[in-house]
């Protein structure tokens, strides 16, 4: 005969097993909504090797990883760490920057221009904007680039980035360098 106490423990080990489960493609947290990472890090001198050589090691975000409804914030964000992903592959590449500097400043000009582009489309509306959107000039910068949750771009082990085209909107200005 089983006990009150034992069997309660076996239904909250087994709700606890359940709920931590990955039943589905797209992981996500405690309150059901899609594990969009972000803000995406600055790139620095201690991060620029990693977001050069492990960009594919690094999540994206394709319509299907979403719901569909009620994640729009968390798609406006998949989607700019879509762009910011492309992006750097085009300044990491060698085709619009050549030396470490050069490279250095090209992630910072994508990192700038695909965050500016989110708080545009994330104004665009009927919701609250993202925190950081709310601010301007370097305290915008400052904002994004606090409490990162990969500050130095790491890779997800086993994981291999889908393949996705150049997303068109990007310019880097050399002389800015």
Not at 147 to 170: D, R
């Amino acid at each position: 005969m089983t006990s009150m106490g034992g069997l309660a423990g076996i239904w909250i080990l087994a709700l606890l097993t359940f709920h931590g489960a990955d039943v589905g493609e797209s992981v996500r947290n405690s309150l059901n909504e899609p594990d969009v990472p972000f803000p995406p890090a600055y790139p620095t001198p201690l991060n620029l090797g990693a977001i050069c050589h492990f960009g594919q090691g690094r999540p994206r975000y394709p319509d299907n990883f979403f719901s569909g409804s009620g994640s729009s914030h968390f798609r406006r964000r998949g989607d700019a760490i879509n762009r910011l992903e492309s992006w750097y592959s085009l300044c990491c590449s060698g085709q619009v920057a050549q030396d470490n500097n050069q490279i250095l400043c090209c992630t910072r000009q994508a990192w700038k221009q695909a965050l500016s582009r989110f708080c545009v489309d994330e104004y665009s509306t009927m919701t609250l904007p993202y925190e950081c959107c709310e601010d301007r000039g370097d305290a915008r910068w400052a904002c994004f680039d606090s409490e990162l949750p990969n500050p130095g771009y790491n890779p997800l082990p086993g994981y291999t980035a889908p393949a996705v085209p150049l997303q068109p909107g990007f310019t880097f200005n050399a002389h800015a360098c």
